[in-house]
Every structure is written in structure tokens, then in C-alpha cells.
């Protein structure tokens, strides 16, 4: 299965051929983005005979496909992961010394592929990694947004959006397919005919305005197994090659419509993290893609199938939360429609085809889509979408006579909205929550009508990561270190670091194991001075909350928290303390005020923390700006305490949590998400666990008797902190500046419960958790030994697991093998 063998002297050569070709430029005259893009035009080179070998193979195989559709996949970085996973990272790198050039500088050129958000768009991009190092048939299928995540700006401690203009330079890594254009039809009306003939209703949108989705292939390189999958993504243009209805012809008006749809509709992602804005805008992204992406799942499937009543077999459709659900609908429409299948046809291939991932139970993230405007925007959808309903309300009704309580709550379309998740559940055959405990909670409370109703439908799929980009090339130094010891299988088979294990004991391997993390903080550390300006001590304890910024993620408790902390200092000079740099890493949504006002309180913090002498450097507060996943990588590898503080019950996984561990920073969390998982791994001593627990709070929520004005009136030091946020302790040019914030704890003015988050609630049993954290790094063979358990048990976490998982439990698929001529 070796890959065909590097060849440096040719690799050098491409390299210059590309610089002249590309700019006219000898080496010594090309700036470091133009040899960055003649790097990689130079490795894609390397990857296009494998991705046409895989591409022949699949054909030759006819396996079937995952289509993964994703509004988001947030990639990172190209260069270093396609190297990577090639195995020519190290050949690259000694190639490209000898002529003069540093290979982190060439990387370091590349913008990030910013089209996600978060952890969900993180996870979509993990999973092409896996899939294609498993050897499974995928597709990806997503938009090629014009502007990715914003980038953040710090100014005056307080965010700033800047648009990022990711293919300024051009973005070598892409393949522009023209060949596969589709139309995607907007808004018109539905006219039926009557076929005597057939005895059918005929159903044509008629009026409406289209845009041309044209797809951008990039390649998703397998490790070391010459596999290369496709992420698809749809840039749309103006209909220029289509003609407009003949009746349209001259229709001058119409003709700048469409321009403008098409402009508009990819020009930028939403910028919100489990939060559902209900713009009409973002509707069409939807449809654009996801009409682009089912048409051309049917076109493939049937250049070599003619019975499209079969099409699951080759086909299965993963929706990422509820966005791309409108596919059950864009498929029924085709089958029906296009393909003149009956309903209970075409009902048959979709709800074999189509499954469906739940990520968070947020309810301001739940899709709701108007009526009006849904009907507006998609007539024929929607009709299809009101026969969805209409079966299944009947279906209700059967199963649970006279009960219209249930009908209430299940229906799809009610109260005057469509609901995306009661479509995807009705039509789909599998859904799926993203760790233990959340698919618990959504089959005992958010969608328990639905879990009675069809139990064999829900299942768990615990989240992973790749081992490839967050650890291999994200952590070298601990990398080379785990193949000295362990040999390098863990590459693809993360489980294997539990090997590591009998080393935890031996001072040496202790030794050398906090080595790498201090050397990894020292590589932070230099970052942090050239981009934020401030020193910090790499011998500092480094304790890292970096995530979207969200009220239930409680940022606000962390800095709460540190405020709690210089107090202490201040009040007790002479007290113990093991200095402390406490990062934060964030964005927060655009029209997210009451983020944004944190990341300013935690600036607000740092200025004051920072610049007192007094407390003789035990303390730093650092926000790291544009957290994005090219410095997480560094970030992660330089942690020592991971930061996983959500609500329980709130955050669905995270994932975060486990780039810490397997890099080897003990969790400091609460019981959410996969942070159950984690300490079930390494055990609970090997973590600092805090807080209420998931039922504590969803009882709270349900029978009330939460007070936190309770905890306000007998703790001296919450009570101290909290009148530190509205008597200008850090902010006095404006002493009301966190007015909000502090109400919004003690309840006054805001119309939801106070303190909705439970930081209160949790504040003494997190400070007590710092503490332990603060006597177990005292501890250093104690705490070394704690750091390499964590990486050693981190195995389950690999995204190759999950990736696994689903194939054997929801998509069936085969496992294909590709030889290099
Ligand atoms: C999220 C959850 O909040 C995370 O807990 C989970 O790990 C990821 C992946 O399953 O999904 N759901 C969600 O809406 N986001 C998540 O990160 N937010 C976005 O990235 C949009």
C-alpha cells in the first residue's frame, strides 16, 4: 500500500517551474504567499494521480456514497494536513531547507478555509479526514462562501468584525468543475396538469428565478493509503449559459434579479453558534446547496443504475443538524417529479436514504421556518413538505387516538411554521445525538413524543477527532516522541496510546513528556508576545478555556472566577499561589451583545491583572485574538488545564475537550457533553470535575427553586465579585459598563430567570476545583504523571472510531483499497 516514493530533486524543480509559470518570479524574488502557492501547487500535483486513481476505482467498484452535507466544513489549513497525510511532510521540509525556505513561514501564508463556525463545522471537517483514511467512499457536500468566519480584531478590549477575504490570493488546493453545474430554482408558482395518459398530476414551478450552482472539488487525502474523497462545494453565478423561459426572453428586470441572487446567496456565512437567526437569506443557502448536491447525487447514481427505486443502495444522505434537511424534501421532488415515482416510491428511497444528526438541544437554535415565507421562497417544496406532514400527523393520530396534545408537539408544520427537526425525524432512518448523555436527554426530554413513537430510529455517536491534524501535525514534539516510545500505529489507530501507559510511572518519560509541553509552551508563548503584545511565564501554570463564545459555555464564570483570585492575592500578598496565566481564546456572533460585552469584561480584567506590579507576575490574563483552528493547533499541544465549564446538559459533546486530552491537559469540567466520556476514560481522579450535575439542572429549569440572589446575600466573595462589576473596578471610565452582566446573575431587569446559566450556583464548587488543580501542579511527578494518563487514554476519542461507527451502524458502507500505477 506504499505511496509512490518522493522525489525531492523534482519536487524542487516544480517549485521554481511554478513560481515562473504563476508569477513571472525566480525564487529569490517571489514573496512568501507566492512561494506558498507554488508549494502547493507542488503537493497538489503530488495528490492529483491518487485522487484519480481513487476516483477510478469508486468507479470501477460502484460503492455506495456518504454524502455528508454540511453547511459548514471548517477546515483550517491545507498545506500541512495534505503533507501530512501524504507522509511527505518531513521530505517537503528538508526539500524546500535546501532552498532557502522555512516551511512553518511557507504554511503560515495560507488563510485559514474558515467556512464553519464551530465545533459543528470542525467535526464535518474532521470526518472527510477520517472517512477518506478508512478508505470509505464520501462526498462532502457544502457552499464555497466568499467570506468565511469573520476575523477578530481586539480593539479598546472589544471585538471587531473584519471580513475575511479567504480567496484573495487565489486558492491553489481547488478544482473549479463546470462540467457539473445545476440549476436551482427560486419563488414562481406551481402549475399542475392532468395526464390523461398516466392518470397523474404533473407539478411544474413556473416564474420563478434561478441561479447556476457550480461546484469546487477539493481533495480530502487519506493517511498513507493513496485515497483520495471530494468535499464538494457550490459557488453560484448568474444564469447566463440557462435560458429564461422563452416568455422571460428580454425581461431586462428578471435578468438583474438573478444576478443578484446570485451574488448574494454565497457571499458569506452566518456567523451564529447554536443560534438561529430566521433570515430569508439563509434559507436559500440552504436550498442552493442542497438542490445542487441531490441533483447530483441522482445524475451519478444514474450513469450506471437505470431503477432509481434502488438509489439507497448506492446512496445515504448524513443531514448535519437540522440545516440541510430541506434534502427530503428536494429528493421527494425529484423522485416524484422527475423521475415519476408514485409517493409511496418515492417515500421509500428518502426515508432509506436521508439521517439526521442532532447537535445541540439549545432551543434558540431550533429551526422554525414561517409559513409564508417557506412557501414563498419554495412552492413545490413546500407542497411536498405539507404531504410529509399531512401523512404523518395521520400517522399520530392512528398511534394516539384523540390525542391532540401530541399532534401539538409533533407535527411538522404548526402554528404558522415548518419545523426542520420534526422533518428530519419523520423522514429520516436514523437519528442521532453526538455523546452519551445528550442522546439521553434528547431521548428522555427534548424529543421524547418522538423516541416513544419510533425508538429504533435513535442511536448515540460520541464525537472524535483527528489524531492527523491534533497531534501529528499540530504537536511534532509530543508526536515523535509517542513513535519513539510506542511505534507510530496510533496514526491510525488512536486506541494504541494506551500503550503509553506503563510509562506514566518513569521519571525519565515524565520528564520528558513535561519537557515538550514546556517547550510547547514556550512556541505559545512567543506567539502570544507577537500577537497580543503581553509576556507571559511558560512556567506558569497554562489554563485554557478557548471555544465560541456563549453564555451557556460560562466564560463569564472563568473570569469571574480570576477576579475572585486577585482579591485573594491582593488581600494576602504573603499566600501560596503558583502563578497562573489563565488563556482565553473566543468569538463571539456579530448581534450577540451580551458575548460581546464579556470578551470586554475579560479584556477589562486582563488590562487591570497585567499591568499590577504588586502581584509579581502570579496572575496573567491573556485573550488570545481570532481564535481560529490554525493557532488552535499550538494552542492546544501548550495547555496544561483544559477549560470545559458548560452548563451541564447544555454543550450536546464538544470536541474541544478532547484536542486537550489528547494532547495531555487534564479536563477541569463539569459533567456535560463528552466530558462524562472523558473521565470514564481516564478516570475520575485524573480530572477536576465541579458543578451540578445535568438532572440537577434540568430539574431546576422544570419544578424552579433556584435562588441565586441567595448565594449573593451569604458568600462574602461572590458578593465582593459580583459589586466589582458595577462599581468601576474595571471600567472606571464607565462604571455601568457591566451593568448587564451583573444583572443579568441577580435577575432585576432581564425577562429570563436569573442567572440563567447557574454560575452562582456553581462558583464554590468551581473555586474548589481550581484549588485541587493548583495542589495537583504542585505535585510534579503527580501532575506528569496525570498529563500522559490523559493522553494515554484518550484513544476512544478519535474521530476514526465515530467515522467507524456510524459506517457499521447507520451507512453500511464498504471499505475500498487503492493502488498507485
Ligand atoms: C455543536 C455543539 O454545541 C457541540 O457541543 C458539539 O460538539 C458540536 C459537534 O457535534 O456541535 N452544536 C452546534 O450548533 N454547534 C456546536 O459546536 N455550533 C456550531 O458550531 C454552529
Same mark, same amino acid.
Given at each position: 500500500m506504499a505511496t509512490k516514493k518522493f522525489n525531492k530533486k523534482e519536487f524542487i524543480r516544480e517549485v521554481k517551474a511554478n513560481v515562473k509559470a504563476l508569477y513571472r518570479k525566480n525564487l529569490e524574488e517571489a514573496t512568501q504567499q507566492q512561494l506558498f502557492q507554488a508549494v502547493s501547487y507542488a503537493v497538489k500535483d503530488e495528490i492529483i494521480e491518487n485522487w484519480l486513481a481513487t476516483q477510478e476505482q469508486y468507479e470501477k467498484d460502484d460503492p455506495k456514497y456518504v454524502y455528508y452535507m454540511s453547511m459548514e466544513f471548517l477546515m483550517g489549513r491545507a498545506l500541512g494536513n495534505n503533507m501530512i497525510n501524504l507522509t511527505i511532510y518531513d521530505d517537503v521540509k528538508e526539500a524546500l531547507e535546501e532552498i532557502g525556505l522555512d516551511i512553518n513561514v511557507i504554511e503560515d501564508q495560507e488563510p485559514d478555509a474558515a467556512l464553519g463556525n464551530g465545533g459543528l463545522g470542525r467535526l464535518a471537517a474532521c470526518f472527510l479526514d477520517s472517512l477518506a483514511t478508512l478508505g470509505y467512499p464520501a462526498y462532502g457536500c457544502g457552499i464555497r462562501y466568499r467570506y468565511g468566519m469573520f476575523k477578530q480584531k481586539i480593539e479598546d478590549g472589544y471585538q471587531v468584525e473584519v471580513p475575511d477575504n479567504w480567496l484573495k490570493d487565489g486558492n491553489p488546493f481547488e478544482l473549479r468543475r463546470p462540467e457539473y453545474a445545476k440549476e436551482v430554482k427560486f419563488g414562481g408558482y406551481v402549475r399542475v396538469e392532468y395526464d390523461e395518459k398516466t392518470g397523474r398530476n404533473y407539478y411544474k414551478q413556473e416564474g420563478y428565478q434561478s441561479v447556476r450552482a457550480v461546484p469546487y472539488d477539493f481533495p480530502i487525502v487519506g493517511y498513507n493509503n493513496n485515497i483520495v474523497n471530494t468535499l464538494r462545494i457550490w459557488d453560484a453565478e448568474a444564469i /447566463? $449559459? &440557462? *435560458? %429564461?423561459?422563452s416568455f422571460d426572453k428580454g425581461d431586462y428586470r428578471k435578468a438583474v434579479e438573478q444576478e443578484n441572487l446570485a451574488r448574494n446567496i454565497v457571499e458569506v456565512l452566518y456567523p451564529n453558534d447554536n443560534h438561529y437567526a430566521g433570515k430569508e437569506l439563509r434559507l436559500k443557502q440552504q436550498y442552493f446547496f442542497i438542490s445542487a448536491s441531490v441533483q447530483e447525487a441522482v445524475a451519478k447514481y444514474k450513469k450506471n443504475h437505470d431503477d432509481i427505486r434502488k438509489f439507497y443502495e448506492k446512496a445515504t444522505f448524513q443531514l448535519n443538524d437540522t440545516h440541510p434537511t430541506v434534502a427530503v424534501a428536494e429528493l421527494m421532488r425529484i423522485l416524484l417529479d422527475e423521475e415519476g415515482l408514485t409517493w409511496d416510491e418515492a417515500w421509500e428511497v428518502t426515508s432509506k436514504t436521508c439521517a439526521y444528526t442532532n447537535h445541540t438541544i439549545m432551543a434558540e437554535a431550533l429551526e422554525k421556518w414561517p409559513i409564508e415565507l417557506f412557501s414563498r421562497l419554495l412552492p413545490r417544496v413546500y407542497q411536498i413538505i405539507e404531504e410529509i406532514n399531512r401523512r404523518f400527523v395521520a400517522q399520530i393520530e392512528a398511534k394516539y387516538p384523540g390525542d391532540f396534545e401530541k399532534v401539538r408537539k409533533m407535527a411538522i408544520i404548526f402554528d404558522g411554521q415548518v419545523k426542520m427537526a420534526h422533518l428530519a425525524i419523520a423522514a429520516g432512518y436514523s437519528v442521532n445525538g453526538v455523546a452519551q448523555l445528550h442522546t439521553e436527554i434528547l431521548k428522555h426530554q427534548e424529543l421524547k413524543d418522538f423516541y416513544e413513537m419510533m425508538p429504533e430510529k435513535f442511536n448515540n455517536k460520541t464525537n472524535g477527532i483527528t *489524531? +492527523? +491534524? &491534533? %497531534? %501529528?501535525h499540530g504537536n511534532p514534539l509530543l508526536a515523535s516522541w509517542i513513535t519513539d516510545h510506542i511505534g507510530d500505529e496510533w496514526i491510525t489507530d488512536l486506541p494504541q496510546l494506551s500503550k503509553l501507559k506503563v510509562y506514566v510511572d518513569d521519571p525519565k518519560a515524565q520528564q520528558e513528556f513535561m519537557n515538550i509541553k514546556y517547550q510547547n509552551k514556550v512556541r505559545l508563548a512567543k506567539y502570544i508576545q507577537e500577537h497580543n503584545g503581553i509576556e507571559v511565564d511558560p512556567r506558569s501554570i497554562f489554563d485554557v478555556q478557548v471555544k465560541r463564545l456563549h453564555e451557556y459555555k460560562r466564560q463569564l464564570l472563568n473570569i469571574l472566577h480570576v477576579m475572585y483570585l486577585y482579591n485573594q492575592i491582593k488581600d494576602h500578598p504573603e499566600m501560596d499561589f503558583y502563578p497562573r496565566t489563565f488563556i482565553f481564546g473566543a468569538k463571539a456572533a456579530a448581534g450577540y451583545r451580551r458575548a460581546k460585552l464579556t470578551i470586554k469584561l475579560i479584556n477589562s480584567v486582563a488590562d487591570v491583572i497585567n499591568n499590577d506590579a504588586s502581584i509579581k507576575n502570579k496572575l496573567k490574563v491573556v485573550f488570545i485574538e481570532d481564535y481560529r483552528v490554525s493557532n488552535a493547533e499550538w494552542i492546544f499541544a501548550a495547555a496544561d488545564v483544559s477549560e470545559q465549564? /458548560? #452548563? !451541564? /446538559?447544555? $454543550? !450536546? /459533546?464538544? #470536541?474541544g475537550n478532547m484536542k486537550f486530552m489528547l494532547n495531555g491537559a487534564p479536563t477541569l469540567g463539569t459533567m456535560d457533553g463528552a466530558n462524562v466520556e472523558i473521565v470514564e476514560e481516564v478516570g475520575k481522579e485524573n480530572a477536576f470535575i465541579f458543578g451540578l450535575s445535568a438532572d440537577e439542572v434540568i430539574n431546576y429549569e422544570q419544578n424552579g427553586g433556584y435562588h441565586p440572589e441567595n448565594i449573593f446575600n451569604s458568600d462574602q466573595d461572590i458578593r465582593r465579585v459580583l459589586m466589582q462589576l458595577i462599581n468601576g473596578e474595571y471600567a472606571p471610565d464607565d462604571p455601568e459598563r457591566f451593568r448587564e452582566i451583573y444583572d443579568s446573575l441577580l435577575n432585576t431587569k432581564s425577562s429570563d430567570r436569573a442567572d440563567t446559566y447557574f454560575i452562582l450556583a456553581d462558583f464554590r464548587s468551581y473555586a474548589d476545583a481550581q484549588k485541587r488543580v493548583e495542589e495537583a501542579y504542585r505535585d510534579e511527578a503527580g501532575w506528569a504523571k496525570m498529563a500522559m494518563l490523559n493522553t494515554a487514554c484518550s484513544g476512544k476519542f478519535t474521530s476514526d472510531r465515530t467515522i467507524q461507527q456510524y459506517v457499521d451502524e447507520i451507512w453500511h458502507l464498504k471499505k475500498e483499497t487503492v493502488k498507485v500505477k
Open positions: /447566463s $449559459e &440557462f *435560458q %429564461l423561459d *489524531q +492527523r +491534524r &491534533f %497531534l %501529528l465549564i /458548560s #452548563t !451541564a /446538559s447544555k $454543550e !450536546a /459533546s464538544g #470536541t
